[in-house]
């Protein structure tokens, strides 16, 4: 099923920057469609983007349009999320997640991000 990692997070302050990584193995990363999925504290799951396999193709929520940009290096087998102009709301800890058949059938165990002065 294979498996994923997920680096990257670190606390920061508001405005900054942040490029979250996903190291996957055991499966060809290429044949995927791969998400991004967060959880702040206290909430549940929010997805926030998908890219097809080839990278071509590229999903956001609405409230992540502009300031998310999700990317990956198939020749790396890795997944990246940029995250620009960090706002305290993105406070969460963010999944990679390997789709399949219509479902997310692989995840990572998260990175942190917490944004605060």
């Known amino acids: 099923q294979g498996q994923l990692v997920e680096s990257g997070g670190d606390l920061v302050q508001p405005g900054g920057s942040l490029r979250l990584s996903c190291a996957t193995s055991?499966?060809?990363?290429?044949?995927?469609?791969m998400n991004w999925v967060r959880q702040a504290p206290g909430k549940g799951l929010e997805w926030v983007s998908a890219?097809?396999?080839?990278?071509?193709?590229?999903y956001y929520a609405d409230s992540m349009k502009g300031r998310f940009t999700i990317s990956r290096d198939n020749a790396k087998n890795a997944l990246y999320l940029q995250i620009d102009n960090l706002e305290a709301e993105d406070t969460a800890v963010y999944y990679c997640?390997?789709?399949?058949?219509?479902?997310?059938?692989?995840w990572g165990e998260g990175t942190q991000v917490i944004v605060s002065l």
């Open positions: 997640a390997k789709r399949s058949g219509g479902l997310m059938d692989c």
């Open positions: 055991g499966f060809t990363f290429s044949d995927y469609w």
């Open positions: 890219i097809s396999c080839s990278g071509s193709n590229t």
